[in-house]
């Protein structure tokens, strides 16, 4: 999460904020209000010798709270132009200069405490990738879209609950922390922000299921939301040679995350996964 002062834009030239040239390709929106910045720093509770790593720093305006309460903290930057600005100013600042979604975090160690502004452009295939990693994190505090944040949250019976709503709920114990307005950016986005909080459910919760087989399932499950699941999932079910009793007379949403985790469970056993 970053902030900084804006420059000014030339006529039909690029935005630039803080001597930094937004890139529109990174979905560069950088938080500026204090109250907020405060207000999520204390979500986070930074303690000294946290493995703190911020996923898309910015100028920094998240990065130095967290500085100063922690001492140290590993920022993950695609940003050529800020990753070469923080490896000249931060001594304090492990900097690795990559793509997030491309990154296996699991080489950071354990026990990491993962924040950021995550960019709206990459958010939802970010959460996925990261759940493969999840046994290394002690918790996640990511801002996002309000929308992403409830579909993230949300229970079900609700037009939110979706095939994120079922892994990430698997995966993680979450909460929607706070809510942030647009003019919290600069440049403001065209959305409302909402902080979560992850924190992974111990591997003995998770029934011996791999998040690949949960996100299939529940990707057949939801490709037809509308119709009842004899009409996606029962087909999917039936090319897996799937001989259980599963209720099919209902739509996906109505299926809670112990039911769908239950039948990908059965289909593991039957596969002798």
Excluded at 52 to 63: D, H, K, N, R, S
Excluded at 196 to 213: C, E, F, I, Q
Aim: glycine share 6%; charged share 25%; aromatic share 6%.
């Amino acid at each position: 999460m970053a902030g900084g002062t804006t420059q000014g834009r030339a006529r039909g030239g690029p935005t630039r904020i803080g001597g930094h040239t937004l890139r529109k390709r990174f979905g560069q929106h950088f938080l500026r209000d204090a109250a907020v910045i405060a207000a999520i720093v204390e979500v986070i509770q930074p303690r000294p010798h946290d493995k703190l790593v911020e996923i898309g720093p910015g100028l920094g305006a998240l990065t130095w709270p967290l500085l100063e309460r922690c001492g140290q903290i590993t920022v993950v930057e695609l940003d050529r132009d800020l990753a070469l600005r923080w490896r000249a100013h931060a001594p304090r600042v492990e900097v690795v200069e990559s793509d997030a979604l491309k990154l296996d975090f699991s080489t950071r160690g354990s026990e990491l405490r993962l924040v950021g502004n995550l960019p709206y452009n990459i958010s939802t295939p970010l959460l996925f990738h990261l759940v493969d990693v999840a046994e290394h994190v002690v918790d996640q505090h990511f801002m996002l879209q309000k929308e992403v944040v409830d579909r993230m949250v949300s229970p079900p019976a609700c037009s939110d609950y979706g095939r994120m709503s079922v892994v990430l709920q698997w995966r993680y114990a979450m909460v929607s922390v706070l809510d942030v307005h647009p003019e919290a950016f600069e440049p403001p986005p065209r959305v409302d922000s909402a902080v979560v909080r992850m924190v992974p459910r111990p591997t003995s919760d998770l029934m011996g299921l791999s998040a690949k087989r949960l996100e299939a399932l529940s990707a057949a499950a939801f490709s037809q939301r509308r119709k009842l699941l004899r009409h996606a999932l029962g087909p999917w079910l039936e090319a897996r040679n799937y001989a259980g009793s599963f209720d099919l007379q209902r739509r996906a949403e109505e299926v809670s995350v112990p039911e769908y985790v239950a039948l990908a469970r059965e289909l593991t056993i039957a596969d002798g996964a």
